[in-house]
């Protein structure tokens, strides 16, 4: 196949006259600002890897905002993915990592509507390059699909005086819109809309495309919004704070380190020392700068773009295995575990009912809470439940959070993804639908799919169910409207 494609682009090259005026899906390369990149092509979809979007945030670049590349006419190929941003868990992970990675319907010619995914991971794992997140099969639909990386950890995040000019950490949410102005100013060669951008992403993801839609540098970025599983009420760290765990990693770092020079071994440890003590010590921060409200309160005060959404969350996001994480949970409830019993008197055990309360108070209550303030601006509203399992694994699920990404992604057999059903790809089959077309339209209604209502009325979201795919009241509205109150407290 790669000699095939490189015989492709160097007739191209020969003809470039010709090539120039052929509609861009009839080639498997693209003429972006920093160069030509040669793609590979399986089926019916042309892929481009591991593209960088920003200079590698090495060196006397680390800790600082992403640096443009310089443009150029050289050609490359694009065949594999770069390395995924630096994190413990990946051997291959690397700090020269600020790439991402396009698909595209070969042979479609545009302006096709985008959409870009954000990773989740908790702002210090994942990675774009995830196999479960390969964009092929929403490509297909005629959409051009881009995955980001962006930095991590400590190096996306510290907060720290002597490390950048404005003392800003969040570095990781620059890469987001650096990465965001690149396929602005590049998508059209992949046969792309630059004006019809939808983003989506879950957990860390909808949480920084939420932050995106309240900060001023992005606006003009993007039209639609997905939110999957976003925190909605999660309190961002003041810079105070931020700074004080910075001061934690330089400690555990070692004062007479050169922090620009120190290796990624030692980075990591560090990084690792302060992570087992406070599990959020990395983690976009109030600067003042790109970021100066929490969620809840920049939407409550209708500071958020006011475009297109998509917002829900899963119906067990989260499993607990020991009794100290029971205890924890359950102790956070200012109803007590009689009261919680009969706000969920189906609860299985203790595990299941401290569960059941944090799915509801991280993520279900904030989703609706959030839902509820954007429709109050006038913006298309759909709200959704995914309470799906698998049909294989109904008798031992596992933990619900990000769930959805494999039906939305209709990947199978890759790490992190199982084999469907038949009933498990009918409903991949509509849920993805349901995202194609909101990214074509603003509206994720179309033939043949059960009609999803705005959450303008009364509530209202879309129940995607074992046993059926329906819009209607939120069943759980009562025990959300209890959770809602103790919040306020």
Known sequence: MRPLLALIAIFALLCIGSAAAQPVGQFPFALTREGQALGAVEGDVASFKGLAYAAPPTGSLRWRPPQ??????????????????LQPSLPAAREDCLTLNVFRPFGVDGPLPVMVFIHGGGFVTGTANDPLLDGSRLAQAGLIIVTVNYRLGALGWLTHPTLSESG????????????????????AAFGGDANNVTLFGNGAGATSIALLMLCDQSRDLFQKAILQSVPGRARLPSSREAEAAAKQFVAALGQEADLRAAGPTRLLAAEKRLLDKAAR???????????????????????????????????????????LEVKQALSSSGEGIDGLRKIYPDARSSSDLAARFYTDKVFSEPVRMLARLHVATGAPTFRYRFAYVPEARRGNPDEGHGRELQFIFGVEGVPGAGIFSRRDREVASRMRAYWINFAK?????????????????????????????????????????????????
């Open 168 to 187: 800003s950490g969040n570095f990781g949410l620059m890469d987001q819109i650096a990465a965001l102005r690149w396929v602005h100013d590049n998508i």
């Open 281 to 323: 010590s990395f983690a976009p921060a109030i600067d003042g700068n790109l970021l100066t409200e929490d969620i809840a309160v920049g939407f409550a005060a209708g500071h958020e773009s006011r475009i297109p959404l998509i917002i829900g969350s899963n119906d067990d996001e989260t499993s607990f295995d020991s009794e």
């Open 68 to 85: 443009g590349l310089p443009e150029s006419s050289e050609m490359s190929t694009a065949y594999d993915y770069g390395a995924p941003c």
């Open 441 to 489: 339209s603003g509206d994720p209604n179309g033939p043949e799919l059960p009609r999803w209502d705005t959450a303008a009325d009364r509530d209202h979201l879309l129940l995607i169910g074992n046993d059926r795919i329906a819009s209607g009241d939120d069943p759980s509205s009562e025990r959300l409207d209890r959770l809602a109150i103790d919040s306020k407290k």
